[in-house]
């Protein structure tokens, strides 16, 4: 018999299990990894087949964090392979307008406690072939950075074309 006061949930069905290398998890919240810097994903928006999902880069570290461009994305399957035949884009490549995608890369150096975002945007149209699935990203905040592999689930339709956004700094 449940407790006064608990659930009366008795069974739990695990619908969907991701896994990614030790070496490559994003830290748990508050910890912060050997490289000083903590790089996260959000759980992204969609509206009318256009979607977007947010990366953030936190200097959770001592010393400054110098970056200048893109992340560097590498799109893996379900058994962490690569994905071929999705071409990825600097800036927005006419997915949508308005979405500072196109804003122009900048050198900005992070000071301890502060972040950078960047993003990815597709649109989930699904025309001729077939559409592609993309569970895992492997991300690097820049040339030489340790990877790191999130987990966005992004569904890329049969468009074949991925928009990544360069790093900004953070409005606090």
Known sequence: APAPGSSRVSRIKVAQVTRVPAAEAPPAPGVCPPSGVRLTNDDGDAAMGLRVVGLR??????RDY????????????????PVHGVRIF?????ISTGSGFDDPARPLVLKPGQSAVSGLMWRNLTEFGTAV????????????AAPVTVTPHLDLGTTGKLAVRAWAR???
């Open 66 to 81: 110098a970056l200048d461009g893109y992340p560097q994305l590498e799109l893996l399957d379900d058994d962490l392979a």
């Open 170 to 172: 953070e409005a606090s």
């Open 57 to 62: 880069l936190e200097n959770c570290g001592k």
């Open 133 to 144: 699935n993309v569970p895992y990203v492997r991300v690097r905040a820049k040339e030489g």
């Open 90 to 94: 600097h800036g927005s490549s006419g």
